[in-house]
């Protein structure tokens, strides 16, 4: 356990990453499918995204849409987007996962 600990340690001050890190799941996206009206889409991830207090990492998701928005983290696990503006019927966006997303090593 010291010796895990002390490795951990010594990657996280080398900025080095961990190949220990396992790759998220997204517990619950919304909306999803068809809905008019959106001003949010929100994200919950099943780990620890981010480190405890630090909220500067990056959108989890390339979104490709026609409407401006921008998406923050609202804790180390949940993730939204806000919209400008309410979309009007017939626009639609896709978010996908980027590759990089991957849980925070302090959750592990």
């Given at each position: 356990?010291r010796?895990?600990s002390?490795?951990i340690?010594?990657?996280?001050l080398c900025?080095l ?12 996206f ?6 008019k009206?959106?001003r ?5 991830f099943?780990g ?10 990056g959108?989890p998701?390339s979104?490709d849409?026609p409407?401006?928005g921008?998406g923050r983290w609202i804790?180390?696990q949940n993730?939204s ?5 309410d979309l009007?019927?017939g626009?639609a966006?896709r ?6 997303s991957?849980?925070?090593?302090a959750?592990?």
């Amino acid at each position: 356990m010291r010796l895990l600990s002390r490795i951990i340690t010594q990657a996280a001050l080398c900025s080095l990453p961990l190949a220990v890190l396992a790759d998220t799941s997204v517990s619950a996206f919304s909306p999803s499918g068809t809905v008019k009206g959106v001003r949010q889409v929100a994200a919950r991830f099943s780990g620890q995204m981010v480190p405890l207090g630090d909220m500067r990492l990056g959108d989890p998701f390339s979104v490709d849409c026609p409407e401006e928005g921008k998406g923050r983290w609202i804790d180390g696990q949940n993730w939204s987007y806000d919209f400008a503006r309410d979309l009007p019927a017939g626009v639609a966006c896709r978010f996908t996962l980027k590759t990089t997303s991957r849980t925070s090593p302090a959750s592990r």
